[in-house]
Every structure is written in structure tokens, then in C-alpha cells.
């Protein structure tokens, strides 16, 4: 859609044209919600009344005027805005609605006679803005007007619906991160001259535009700031965001001249019970659910039958946004919003109560999500910890301001070692790791806990010296406070450390040795699993391919009863391998592709890096030395995020080595170079559709000249070029789940699935 030029001014002897609207003039330019105003169009081909909701600051004013004037031909008596964010009094509504559509009358009939009787017989588009504070009686008007002037339209800019039958809702989003950057541009370039981004002020401008959450009015008064300050020093200021946002625009509405006004014109329209939930609501972070608002919010004041009704007000309101994700329905508060209520929540007094309950549940979250891993609901363990990962970060950060809690942040940051390991997050998980080791405590099982999963962490990122520490300090305290666990898994760990550094006669030993452990205290789960793929594996090495096969076929026999993927991954590797080693090619491949789409699922990069390696052979024990080469490159460019490449293992290291001699062979030095380098632009999406296509497979795998762009950079380089956590994990767990939400329809909280998620209130 194009906007309509205004005509051109009439010669004076010309008689005037009939008023078609009082739209005001843009002072500035709109700038981008493309796709947005082109949803909106058929929304009000099919509705008579469509109402814009957002949270406040989102852009709805100028949004709907500006769709309202690229329809305006289609309304033959004109495109009319009424704007009642002045009008406080309910029973001023009409009048304001016929000062707005310029109607004259000196009668004593009612001026919602006048309206019908004036919208009765015209096509016009009325254009409603700011009835919060009087939907009830803006409601029955405009449900009266509809009914009685069937060529009248509405298009209505607020906070939530009107809630009249047949209204279509479109929810009004944060624009997107192109279009905020443009704003934040154009509008910083009015306020200083010359001002254009380059280099690295876009990544500085780019990074305030997302810590504002694209809100137009935040990006708005963030751009006239710079005025006086720089862009660094706008974006080391927002953490006190509502002091720094103020000194809009002298002519904008009262409520959008700062954001805190803004925000505050949105909390006083809420009733009490609304205020309490929002104030604490903020102690989340990033995405919630239903389950955890009944259980953190409800208490005085909220009881916990009340919450869903009150979580719906609010997201009718546009306080609260709701996001279809592969775990389901989440919730979410913009982080303006977010700091706005969580003064309200300090001021309750009730904020220490609120982050125990928050740390609390997430204990017990993680806990169900460990015991979950072993079991058929392996993906969605993942994809929920994944969502819940912002909010698992704020309950161990809870936990470690108090010297009496931080056993909970090691616990946590323990339990969740199937994330950190099977999920493509090793070096978050060292972070917490150590950073939770760190404070002094007792050497509870959930240090000890803590110490074996560091190990472990530390083995698979080659850190020898680290994971020998980790582990030998595990065990010797273990066996001090006859933590049989804690013992059991120091010594399979410490068997999995002699694999990588080359000595698979100790690996068998002592893996052997935890096997039994783990036999006699009862234990058995993924961990248990990847001892025996692990012995398996000592055992090739040491040159049994039988006795490795039979190993790993039993595992991958218990993996199937128990619905367990992770580990049979592993296993299918340690069986390809062997395959291969047996002249099985066919078969070795089979597996090898299973392999592969499981770690690749799970985005574990460890597990997808390890398959391209013996994948690469296979291919050139094929004949296709130049694809082979290229899947070591890709191999190569994934290696700086996982660790040191093949962990410095000579074992290890020997099919790599193979397939170079093969390939470098058959293509000389020059072209197998060229396609290796060629490889390693691949992202590992890319590289792992290639590599179960079997050759060039898709995802825009580059040509051998070096076409496809720069080759990435060791550890700055983003190997799945995605961004994403668990992208295949939250598509499995995806599966049957509701998709986005259908524009215009106002959706309701779900209904709670499960209850007794979260843990005990420990505090």
C-alpha cells in the first residue's frame, strides 16, 4: 500500500471539496511495520471492528493512523480519528466522538442520537485511540454504532480489546530489529545532524535497540539523549532506564512525553489484584509459564485460584505478552515493563519472599528435567530447560548472594550437567561451574556433585589439569563422607580423561571399576550409559572390535527401552566405528547418519563433530576424496566451540589423519586445501545436511574456489549460524504444538498440564 497524496490546493473561485477526514500530518517519517500494515489489511476487509493492542509505547497511536490513511479511498465520507486519552469523564465519550467527526448540532437531542443518526447512512472508517480508562462505555458506543450504521467501521488503538462481538484483535509487537535500528537512526540524525551509523557505533546502536526491546517511544527518548550524551554512555545509563527516558516531545501525548508515564498510564488502568500479579511477575526472567505463576505469584492478596483470571486481564491489557514456543504457551514481560513492576514489587516489601519461591521452583524445574533426560521425554527435558535457561541463571545468582544457600546454586548448577554436556553448552556450564566451586562450603553431596560435572565439563574441553584436579578432589572427598555416588562418578570420569589422553588399558580399568560402582549403589541413567559407550570405545582403541560391538549393542538395546536418544548417539558412533574398521561401510554410514541427526538435534556439537569426523573417512573410503575434505573442513570450524580438536588424542586422531593421507592423495595438496578451506564456511546446519545427503547435500554449501564469503574465525565463529540453543530438541518437542497466533484473535493463558513441577520452598 502507498500513501495517498492530499490534493493539491484549489483555485480560490473553486468551490471546496467535503472534508474527508481530520487525520493529522506526519511531522516525521514513519519508519518500517511493513508486514504489520500489510496483516492489518484484510483484517478489516473481514471485521467491522478491528482493535490494535500493545503494551504502552509499542507505536499503536501512529500505527493505526498511518493504516488508516493508506485506506482512506475506501471510505467515501472520510477516515476520522478521535483521540480520548483527555476525556476522563465516561459520560463526556459522545461529545468527544462528535467534536471528532466535526458535527455541529444546536438540537437537545442526545449527541449519541446525533452520532447514529450521522454514521447511519455513510461509508466512513472511525479511527478510536487511547479508551483504556473508558472501555466499558466506548464499548456499548461503538457496539451500538455497528449495529445501527452498517457501513461504519472502527479501528481502535489500546492497551485491550473492546470486547464487542465480532472484533478482531491484531497484538501490535516491538518492531523487529532492522526496523528499530532505522528508527533509532533517523530520529537520532534529527536531533544531531550528520549523526549516521558505521562500523561499530551499529553494534552499540543495535545492542541499545535491544536492550530497549524495540519499543518506538523508549527508542524515541533514548535518540533525543543524544543531545548530550553519547551512544556508550545511553547504553551504560539504561540500567536506570526511567530517569534517563524522559524530555520527549513537547507536542507528543502527555502520557508518551517519558517513559515512565507511559508505563505508568498502563499501571494505573489496572485494578489491584492486576498491579500485584505484575509487581510480582517481575521476578522472572525471560519466558514463564502458567505452572510457575501459580506457584511463585499466588499468596496474600492472590490466591492461587485467581491467578489465571488475573493472568488473562493482564495479557488482554498488553502487560503481559503470550509467545507459542515448542515447550507451549510462555509468557513474557518486556524489560521496561519488567523494571517498572519490580519497583512496585520492592516497595511491597515482598521481594525476598518472591525470589525465594522464584530459586525454589526452578530447583525442583531442573530437578524433574535431570530424571527426564532419561526417558522418552529426552527432547522436551531439553527444549524446556533451554526456554527456562534465563530464569535457571537468575535462581543460581539468587542463591549465591546468601553463604547459607550457594549448596543450592551447586546443586543446580550440577543437575543441570545433561544441559551443559547434551545441549551444546560447555562453556556456559564451566562458567557456573566454577564460579559456584568458587565460595566456600561443606562437602555436601551437592558440591560433590558439583566437582564430578566440572571434571567432567573440563575432560571433554581438553582441560587435563582442571578436570584431574576436579576429580581427584571429588573423590577423595567423597570417600571422606562416604558419598558412594560422589565416588562412582569421580572414577568414571577420571577412565573417560585416560581415553582422551591415550591410555585405553587405565580408561578399561577404571571404567570397569565405576560400572560396578554404579551396580552396587543402584544407579542407572544416561551417565551410566556413556561408561559403558565409553568402555566400549577403550576397548576398540585397544583393538576388540567385537567385544566393543557387543558392549554398544547392549546399550543401544537399553536406550531403546527407556526412550533415551542422548546416549544412543554415542553408542551409534562407537558401533559406526567399529563398522568401519571392519570393512562395513554401508553399515557404518547407517549408523553414522542416526548418530549424527540425534546430536545434531540435541545440539550437541561434541557428538555432531565427532560423526563429521567418520563420516569424512567413510566418504573417502567411498571414492569422494573432495567431498571428504570439505566435511573435514566443516569438522574444522566447529572444533574452537567445543574444545581442543579431538581432545589431542592420538586415538582419536587417527581417522582424521586417515582421511587427509586419502584425500590429499587423490586431490594433491592444492585442491584438497582449496576444499577444505571451502568446508570449514559451513555452518554445522549446513555441514549436517550435507553430510547425511551423502555429497553436496543442501543448505548452501559454498563452492571450491572460496565463492560463499570469509572463512570464520576460531573462537569468534558461530558454528551452528544460527544463534539457537537446541534447535532440533525444541523441534522434536515441538511436534503437535499450536503454531503462531492467528492475528486478531485475543488469546487466553493456557490451562495448567502439570502440577508439582517445582521443589519445596527451601528457604
Excluded at 248 to 274: K, M, N, Y
Excluded at 466 to 473: F, M, Y
Amino acid at each position: 500500500m502507498q500513501r495517498p497524496q492530499r490534493p493539491s490546493p484549489m483555485p480560490d473561485d473553486a468551490e471546496p471539496a467535503p472534508v474527508r477526514g481530520n487525520l493529522p500530518a506526519e511531522l516525521n517519517a514513519f519508519v518500517g511495520r511493513d508486514d504489520e500494515l500489510t496483516g492489518i489489511e484484510p483484517l478489516l476487509r473481514e471485521s467491522r471492528l478491528v482493535t490494535v493492542a500493545g503494551v504502552a509505547g509499542v507505536g499503536k497511536s501512529r500505527f493505526v493512523i498511518r493504516a488508516a490513511a493508506l485506506m482512506e479511498k475506501r471510505y467515501c465520507h472520510g477516515v476520522w480519528l478521535a483521540e480520548l486519552s483527555a476525556v476522563q469523564d465516561p459520560e463526556l465519550l459522545e461529545h468527544a466522538l462528535v467534536d471528532a467527526l466535526g458535527l455541529t448540532d444546536h438540537t437537545g437531542r442526545p449527541p449519541r442520537a446525533v452520532l447514529v443518526e450521522h454514521c447511519a447512512g455513510r461509508r466512513l472508517l472511525l479511527v478510536i485511540d487511547g479508551f483504556e480508562h473508558l472501555a466499558d462505555a466506548c464499548a456499548g458506543l461503538v457496539r451500538e454504532l455497528l449495529r445501527r450504521a452498517p457501513r461504519l467501521q472502527v479501528l481502535a488503538a489500546g492497551r485491550r480489546p473492546l470486547r464487542v462481538d465480532g472484533e478482531l484483535t491484531y497484538p501490535l509487537m516491538p518492531m523487529n530489529d532492522d526496523d528499530a535500528l532505522e528508527l533509532f537512526a533517523r530520529r537520532a540524525a534529527a536531533v544531531r545532524p550528520g549523526f549516521v551509523l558505521t562500523g561499530s557505533d551499529r553494534e552499540t546502536a543495535r545492542e541499545l535497540c535491544r536492550r530497549l526491546d524495540g519499543i518506538p517511544l523508549a527508542l524515541e527518548l533514548a535518540a533525543g539523549r543524544l543531545r548530550a550524551l553519547t551512544m556508550e554512555q545511553v547504553l551504560h545509563r539504561l540500567d536506570d532506564r526511567f530517569r534517563l527516558l524522559t524530555g520527549g516531545s513537547p507536542s507528543a501525548l502527555p502520557r508518551h512525553q517519558t517513559l515512565r508515564t507511559a508505563i505508568g498510564w498502563s499501571h494505573e488502568l489496572c485494578a489491584p489484584e492486576q498491579r500485584l500479579l505484575w509487581a510480582r511477575l517481575s521476578v522472572f526472567a525471560g519466558q514463564f509459564d502458567l505452572e510457575a505463576v501459580e506457584y511463585i505469584c499466588s499468596g496474600p492478596g492472590l490466591p492461587a485460584d485467581s491467578v489465571l483470571d488475573v493472568l488473562d486481564e493482564l495479557l488482554a491489557q498488553s502487560v503481559v505478552l503470550r509467545e507459542d514456543s515448542p515447550v507451549g504457551s510462555r509468557y513474557r514481560l518486556l524489560d521496561t515493563v519488567r523494571e517498572y513492576g519490580a519497583e512496585w514489587l520492592r516497595a511491597t516489601g515482598d521481594a525476598e519472599r518472591l525470589r525465594r519461591r522464584h530459586r525454589d521452583w526452578y530447583l525442583g524445574l531442573a530437578t524433574w528435567c535431570e530424571l527426564d533426560w532419561f526417558s522418552p521425554r529426552q527432547a522436551e527435558a531439553a527444549a524446556r530447560v533451554d526456554s527456562e535457561l534465563p530464569n535457571l541463571r537468575r535462581a543460581m545468582e539468587c542463591s549465591m548472594e546468601s553463604p547459607e544457600e550457594v549448596h543450592l546454586a551447586q546443586y543446580l548448577a550440577g543437575t543441570l550437567w545433561f544441559y551443559w554436556v547434551g545441549c551444546g553448552r560447555l562453556s556456559e556450564g564451566r562458567h557456573w561451574l566454577d564460579h559456584v566451586l568458587e565460595a566456600e562450603s561443606p562437602y555436601d553431596h551437592s558440591r560433590l556433585k558439583a566437582l564430578w560435572v566440572l571434571g567432567y565439563v573440563s575432560v571433554l574441553q581438553g582441560d587435563r589439569v582442571g578436570a584431574v584436579s576436579a576429580l581427584q578432589e571429588c573423590r577423595e572427598e567423597g570417600e571422606r563422607a562416604g558419598d558412594a555416588t560422589a565416588v562412582a562418578y569421580a572414577v568414571h570420569r577420571t577412565g573417560c580423561l585416560s581415553i582422551l589422553t591415550d591410555d585405553p588399558v587405565r580408561a578399561e580399568e577404571l571404567l570397569r571399576e565405576a560400572l560396578g560402582r554404579y551396580r552396587e549403589i543402584g544407579e542407572l541413567n544416561s551417565n551410566v550409559l556413556m561408561a559403558q559407550v565409553e568402555l566400549g570405545m577403550a576397548v576398540a582403541f585397544r583393538g576388540d572390535l567385537e567385544a566393543a560391538a557387543a558392549i554398544c549393542g547392549e546399550v543401544r538395546e537399553i536406550c531403546e527401552d527407556h526412550g533415551e536418544r542422548w546416549a544412543l548417539a554415542y553408542a551409534l558412533y562407537v558401533l559406526g566405528f567399529a563398522a568401519l574398521r571392519t570393512g562395513e561401510d554401508g553399515r557404518a554410514r547407517r549408523m553414522l547418519g542416526e548418530a549424527l541427526s540425534i546430536a545434531h538435534a540435541f545440539h550437541d556439537l561434541l557428538g555432531t563433530v565427532l560423526v563429521l569426523e567418520l563420516l569424512a573417512l567413510i566418504t573417502a573410503v567411498e571414492g569422494d576424496a573432495a567431498e571428504a575434505a570439505v566435511l573435514q573442513g566443516a569438522a574444522d570450524r566447529i572444533w574452537p566451540s567445543v574444545g581442543l580438536p579431538l581432545f589431542g588424542s592420538v586415538h582419536y586422531g587417527k581417522p582424521r589423519a586417515e582421511c587427509e593421507e586419502r584425500a590429499r592423495a587423490e586431490l594433491g595438496d592444492a585442491r584438497y586445501d582449496a576444499q577444505r578451506r571451502s568446508g570449514r564456511r559451513l555452518d554445522a546446519r549446513a555441514a549436517v545436511a550435507r553430510a547425511l545427503g551423502g555429497g553436496t547435500g543442501t543448505g548452501g554449501a559454498p563452492a571450491a574456489d572460496g565463492s560463499a564469503g570469509p572463512e570464520p574465525e576460531g573462537e569468534g565463529a558461530d558454528p551452528a549460524g544460527d544463534g539457537t540453543a537446541v534447535e532440533g530438541a525444541s523441534g522434536a518437542a515441538a511436534e503437535g504444538a499450536s503454531g503462531a497466533a492467528v492475528a486478531g484473535e485475543t488469546r487466553r493463558p493456557a490451562a495448567s498440564r502439570t502440577t508439582g513441577r517445582g521443589g519445596p520452598e527451601l528457604g
